[in-house]
Nanobody
């Protein structure tokens, strides 16, 4: 099993930046494909980005491509999401997720993940 704890959320103005972190513990971090998802009020949880075990393969949702960067540091057992040029529509609770040995090709689907963090709120004002 793996435990996930997100941090780094907050309130920013449109055009601002934030970096989210997802600290993992309890298992062999480098065997997990990791992902970020977000959920806005009244909406379903949506895919944001995913990264494979080594960090050399990533996939992004079209809505964040070019603005967000997912990365990981296996030595620190931590995943990151750098968010630039934030927009009000990025407002949501952001969740990190983990799935052991998951093929990144299916890493865009929330149901493929076994472990989830508690979420961190990101609010972008116009």
């Amino acid at each position: 099993q793996v435990q996930l704890v997100e941090s780094g959320g907050g309130s920013v103005q449109s055009g601002g930046s934030l970096r989210l972190s997802c600290a993992a513990s309890g298992s062999i971090f480098e065997t997990y494909t990791m992902g970020w998802f977000r959920q806005a009020p009244g909406r379903e949880r949506a895919f944001v980005a995913t990264i494979n075990w080594s960090g050399d393969s990533t996939i992004y949702a079209d809505s964040v491509k070019g603005r967000f960067t997912i990365s990981r540091d296996n030595a620190k057992t931590t995943m990151y999401l750098r968010m630039n040029s934030l927009k009000p529509e990025d407002t949501a609770v952001y969740y990190c997720a983990a799935a052991r040995y998951l093929n990144i090709v299916v890493g865009t689907t929330a149901t493929q993940y076994d472990y989830w963090g508690q979420g961190t709120q990101v609010t972008v004002s116009s």
